[in-house]
C-alpha cells in the first residue's frame, strides 16, 4: 500500500518560505496525481495545489497563486511544495493526497505556522 509522510512545516515569520516534502514508500508515483490540501482551525480542509502524475500539469489555488510553486520528482518519489511569501492566513496542517483510478492515499499532514 501506498504510504506518504509529509516534512519540511515549522514556525516562520511572514514574509518567509518553507518547502513541504511529500515522499512516497511502497510504490511509485509514477501514475498518481498529488494534491496538497491544507486545513486551518477551525476551517474546512481546502485544495492549494496540485500535479499531474507525469508533472506536466500544474493547478493552483488563487490564494497561493504566484507564492506557491508544486513539482514531482518521479525518480525520488517525492512531491515538492515550494511556499515564499508565506502569510499568517497560510498557517494550517499541510497533507498531501496522491490520486489514481480511484484510489485515494492521504499523509498524515504538517503544521505550518506563519507568525511574528
Known amino acids: 500500500q501506498l504510504q506518504l509522510v509529509e516534512s519540511g512545516g515549522g514556525l516562520v515569520q511572514p514574509g518567509g518560505a518553507l518547502r513541504l516534502s511529500c515522499a512516497a514508500s511502497?510504490?511509485?508515483?509514477?501514475?498518481?496525481?498529488i494534491g496538497w490540501f491544507r486545513q486551518a482551525p477551525g476551517k474546512e480542509r481546502e485544495g492549494v495545489s496540485c500535479?499531474?502524475?507525469?508533472?506536466?500539469?500544474?493547478y493552483y489555488a488563487d490564494s497561493v497563486k504566484g507564492r506557491f510553486t508544486i513539482s514531482k520528482d518521479n525518480a525520488k518519489k517525492t512531491v515538492y511544495l515550494q511556499m515564499n511569501s508565506l502569510k499568517p492566513e497560510d498557517t494550517a496542517v499541510y497533507y498531501c493526497?496522491?490520486?489514481?483510478?480511484?484510489?485515494?492515499?492521504w499523509g498524515q499532514g504538517t503544521q505550518v505556522t506563519v507568525s511574528s
Open positions: 511502497g510504490y511509485s508515483l509514477d501514475y498518481y496525481a
Open positions: 500535479i499531474s502524475s507525469g508533472g506536466g500539469s500544474t
Open positions: 493526497k496522491a490520486s489514481t483510478y480511484g484510489y485515494e492515499y
